[in-house]
């Protein structure tokens, strides 16, 4: 994806910034069964990746900054010619040396053995908790070193969480992520444009999912960066609706929220469109709301603004919305203020996006939220959902669930909308529904 240089600066980095007392350890997530001996696809873990480039499993990184030689240790399945027959090709001990940056490699099977003498260190940087086997391992060869000790072994007297140090590193994007984030946001915009051009009444909500991860894979994405959600008519209430199996209905919203990944970077939109072609009524009248407090909440992202004031932008467009569309009493600063607007807008507004579609990085600093800067990646995610069985709201508003998310860059000077592509406007969204339907629909 990257050249090896970009992950030599980015472990560079990250030595400097733990200094030469202390040592950190990363290792990959382990395979997951699907059922049976069927696995799901591996993923590497974004940290992992953001270090190395490095995508099979049973995978660990040792950078030792205070090292004389070997700063960047690997453990690595090693070359079998059987095991690649069935499961595929391994970088082996000497792909990792080769190709990915370590300066000395080793069997996975030696990890083990070769991990205490390694941890021997002030400070040992790694993330306890998200693996609880690899956690034994870590615990395993600390208490080895205790036992050496009287040897003049020195056993870590900290553990550190890495995260800190590595996912402030992440949650600021560099040029070349940028560009791949780009091209993840393009392929995303060409997914969604196709459903909207697909859909009809009678489609089924698969169809749809089928046609937005079938263009995802033939651009040369991974796939989906998370479950694609298509949920039409009251379907589109549910935040997290992975069914997809109902069909669509003439007169009815459909809700995709669907994002490409690319090169390990993940799109996240949402666009809402009419499953005829047509916004109507209250419908109609509801998402020019969610529109507005779209545009208003994208209008707050700049340096030194917070996820907050875009949230607060966001929920002051819409309570007054809700107040006009009669779905609450106003005044609609009541609404705000005793958080009746739940209701109906139950999600935050923003999230960080990068190589983990919730991507990492604080969120608060010293309890508070903290400024933006160049380089973030955010969404801006304002949606509007009336329960099927909502008490007291109009009728015609009933079942409608509506969402409109973008994926935004903090700029020096503001900000800039990575997937503005994809048509939100009214008018632009029902000529992108008049389009002629793509030809893998027919
Ligand atoms: N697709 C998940 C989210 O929008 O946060
Ligand atoms: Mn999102
Ligand atoms: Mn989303």
Redesign the pocket.
Known sequence: MFEAAVFAQRRQRLMDAIGPDAVAVFHSPPEAIRNGDAHYRYRQSSDLLYLTGFTEPEATLVLRPGAAKHRVVMFVRPRDKERETWDGRRAGVDGAVDRFGADVAYPCGELADKLPDLLSAEALYYSLGSDPAFDRTIASAIDQLRRRERRGVRPPARVVDPREVLHEMRLIKTPEEIAVLERAAAISVEAHTAAMAAAAPGTWEYELEALVDYTFRRRGGVGPG?TT?VGGGANATIL?YVENDAQLRAGDLVLI?A?CEYGFYTA?I?RTFPVDGRFRGPQRDAYEVVLAAQREAIAHVRPGATLDDIHAAAVRVLTEGMVDLGLLPGPAEARVADGAYKTFYM?RTS?WLGMD??DVGAYNRGGKPRPLAPGMVL?V?PGLYVAEDADGVPDALRGIGI?I?DDVLVTDDGCRNLTEAAPSAIADVEAACRAAAPAAMR
Do not use: A, L, N, P
Request: no cysteine; glycine share 6%.
């Open positions: 998370y959600i997290h929220d994002g996240d949402t999600h999230h579609v919730h969404t995610e969402r998310e």
